[in-house]
């Protein structure tokens, strides 16, 4: 039987169907590279980050907390307190990232990027009465400051000293932590309460900072 030009269209079109072309992880990398150019604008292309633009360095976190940070700010968990300016710009860039593959996509290529020591901006800070301050933080974020996903604490170092410093007076301030959608949020607003004053807020980013030379 001769076939049509019509109907050897539509076997080719139904047997197309049953090819599935896998991803490779190549192209996922790709697609986060490039979607990455966007938040390089303030976090520089290595993540370094820039406190000019309120941009801390995220050069390798941990995949699964940038994914679930960028998704507190799509959603306006995270981002919409008036009083978080750095919170109120990340709230709209992360809206032109659609869809959870791309989330994903571009967590994994921060994740991959070589992590970086900021230079300290913050001054005044004491770290040995700084690792005494620290042993409460220890008990989620670990002795190494590396974090603990099993308790959804983030690592701390490699971080920017003027973000930690920056992140603990809003959580004592309530600016951030106040929204019962935020769990871990409030846990860290009720444990920088821990930390009495502006000093001892210093003094324990201070021994975190000394940290970012002991590991990866």
């Given at each position: 039987?001769?076939?049509?030009p019509?109907?050897?269209?539509?076997?080719?079109?139904?047997s197309?169907?049953?090819?599935?072309?896998?991803?490779?992880?190549?192209?996922?990398?790709?697609?986060?590279?490039?979607?990455?150019?966007?938040?390089?604008?303030?976090?520089?292309?290595?993540?370094?980050?820039?406190?000019?633009?309120?941009?801390?360095?995220?050069?390798?976190?941990d995949?699964?907390?940038?994914?679930?940070?960028?998704?507190?700010?799509?959603?306006?968990?995270?981002?919409l307190?008036?009083?978080?300016?750095?919170?109120?710009?990340?709230?709209?860039?992360?809206q032109w990232?659609k869809?959870?593959?791309?989330?994903?996509?571009?967590?994994a290529?921060?994740?991959?990027?070589?992590?970086?020591n900021?230079?300290?901006?913050?001054v005044?800070g004491?770290a040995?009465?700084?690792?005494?301050?620290?042993?409460?933080?220890?008990?989620?974020?670990?002795?190494?400051g590396?974090?603990?996903?099993?308790?959804?604490?983030?690592?701390?170092?490699?971080?920017?000293d003027?973000?930690?410093?920056?992140?603990?007076?809003?959580?004592?301030?309530?600016?951030r932590?106040?929204?019962?959608?935020n769990?871990?949020?409030?846990?860290?607003r009720?444990?920088?309460?821990?930390?009495?004053n502006?000093?001892?807020i210093?003094?324990?980013?201070?021994?975190?900072?000394?940290?970012?030379?002991?590991g990866?």
């Open positions: 039987m001769i076939r049509t019509k109907i050897a269209l539509i076997a080719f079109v139904i197309c169907m049953f090819i599935v072309a896998p991803v490779s992880a190549e192209d996922e990398h790709a697609r986060g590279r490039q979607l990455y150019a966007l938040c390089a604008q303030c976090h520089g292309q290595n993540g370094a980050g820039a406190q000019l633009f309120l941009a801390p360095a995220i050069a390798g976190l995949q699964w907390y940038v994914q679930s940070q960028f998704l507190l700010f799509q959603s306006g968990v995270r981002g307190n008036w009083q978080d300016v750095g919170g109120l710009r990340m709230h709209p860039m992360s990232v869809g959870d593959a791309d989330v994903a996509a571009v967590s290529y921060v994740a991959s990027l070589p992590r970086v900021p230079p300290p901006q913050v005044g004491n040995e009465t700084g690792k005494a301050l620290y042993s409460t933080c220890a008990s989620c974020h670990g002795v190494d590396k974090g603990n996903e099993a308790m959804n604490a983030p690592p701390l170092i490699h971080a920017s003027w973000y930690l410093v920056s992140s603990l007076e809003k959580y004592k301030a309530g600016i932590g106040s929204n019962p959608k769990t871990n949020a409030i846990i860290m009720g444990m920088s309460n821990l930390l009495p502006d000093q001892a210093k003094d324990v980013v201070a021994y975190i900072t000394t940290m970012n030379n002991e990866n």
